[in-house]
């Protein structure tokens, strides 16, 4: 007998089904359905009825598939991990860091918290102030500044920061380094992490126990999570533990190792075993690639572009510390097929992918991490569907 999946036991109904069981239910009590005509009050109250009876399945699908982290998903994951494993979803970060203000006229502009608005002139976003300040004429400050929506989204590299929201007559601004954030953590990672949990409970210092600290290692000063989302163990034979850890965009900065340190130290280390934490060494990934797809996106060249590296960004973040490791391999790599793959699920309209850059597969230390570098389309070729192609 074959075993159903919890996906074919929660499967909500659509409004469509509910109606159609409604009137399966009617006809089979003798009620001449079909006499009915379509716009009338009967017909538009069984439809009503139908709408609110598949809401109701949809709840209790999700509350169903909450029983379990594999299928929760969402607010439910959200609830799940804090619940059942004590876990809470790192919440997205706004991306703050300071403006250089030159007032190069004759005015005198004093402003309080979130007075002044600046844009970044390339994606739009924009950031205010946090704290007063006053700009006299042939001043040049630095204004600390946030971003008015949270994630990476509102991310600004330096000099991105140039155009003047607020109206200052003669003042112009720029960012001298970027400003960068983290997006809400994602369900796969929140799973991982409630998983590593039930390893860390063991005295004898499991794999687990180490992921569990890194990832769960918390700032004393604010409460905030480090954000490390990818670590490596190695171990030497003589009695110690190295843990090379990483952010989702790169190596763990220096001023958190200290408290890495610690959390380890304190949750993971077991007796006779020395753990030292180290911060991973970026490797800086340039892909170059071409692609061929149909042409039945209705996304314009650059759309496809800006998808695919968001799709490369999204693959290359979530390549582990020291890379993929086959076997008893002793190095590990970032896989080119796995490249194509992540340019491939861009779009279900790309048929054909081939990266000039690298040309082999990437090998990496054990303390190695991939960061994003520069994405290059070489060719964007879009060609008409065969007869056969649907979208």
Not at 89 to 106: I, K
Not at 123 to 141: C, K, M, Q, V
Not at 204 to 227: C, Q
Not at 229 to 250: P, Q, S
Request: proline letters at 4%.
């Amino acid at each position: 007998m074959a075993r159903l999946t919890v996906d074919e036991l929660t499967t909500p109904l659509t409004r469509a089904e509910v109606q159609s069981s409604i009137y399966e239910v009617l006809t089979a009590l003798g009620v001449n359905t079909t006499a009915w005509k379509a716009g009338g009050v009967v017909r538009t109250m069984i439809v009503a009825t139908s709408a609110i009876f598949a809401a109701y399945s949809q709840l209790m699908a999700n509350i169903a598939r909450s029983g379990f982290l594999a299928t929760a998903s969402l607010d439910w994951l959200t609830l799940v991990a804090w619940y059942v494993y004590g876990i809470e979803r790192r919440a997205a970060t706004y991306a703050s860091g300071v403006v250089v203000l030159e007032n190069g006229g004759g005015g005198i502009y004093s402003l309080d918290p979130s007075d002044l608005i600046v844009k970044n002139h390339d994606t739009g976003h924009t950031y205010r102030n946090i704290e007063a300040f006053t700009i006299n004429p042939g001043d040049t400050i630095e204004v600390g500044v946030v971003a008015t929506e949270p994630g990476t989204a509102s991310n600004a590299d330096a000099l991105d920061i140039t155009d003047m929201v607020s109206t200052l007559l003669g003042v112009t601004c720029s960012n001298p380094v970027g400003l960068f954030a983290t997006d809400t953590e994602s369900d796969t990672e929140l799973r991982q992490r409630c998983t590593e949990m039930l390893g860390a409970l063991s005295p004898m210092g499991p794999w687990d126990a180490y992921f569990v600290a890194l990832r769960n290692a918390t700032r004393e000063a604010d409460g905030s999570n480090l954000g490390v989302t990818r670590v490596n163990i190695e171990v030497d034979g003589y009695g110690h533990v190295d843990c090379y850890a990483a952010t989702k965009t790169g190596a763990l900065p220096a001023e958190d190792l200290p408290t890495a340190q610690l959390a380890v130290e304190q949750y993971a280390e077991p007796l006779a075993v020395t753990a030292r934490v180290y911060s991973a060494v970026p490797l800086v990934v340039n892909i170059t690639y071409s692609v061929w797809m149909y042409n039945t996106t209705g996304a314009t060249e650059q759309e496809i572009k800006d998808a695919i590296t968001a799709s490369l960004t999204t693959f290359i973040q979530a390549q582990p510390v020291g890379g993929n490791v086959i076997d008893d391999a002793t190095t590990g790599y970032i896989y080119l097929d796995r490249v194509r793959g992540a340019i491939a699920a861009t779009y279900p309209e790309i048929f054909h992918v081939v990266v000039t850059s690298p040309l082999t597969d990437i090998a990496m230390s054990v303390q190695q991490v991939a960061t994003v570098g520069v994405m290059t389309a070489a060719l964007i070729k879009q060609v008409p569907p065969p007869e056969a192609f649907h979208s």
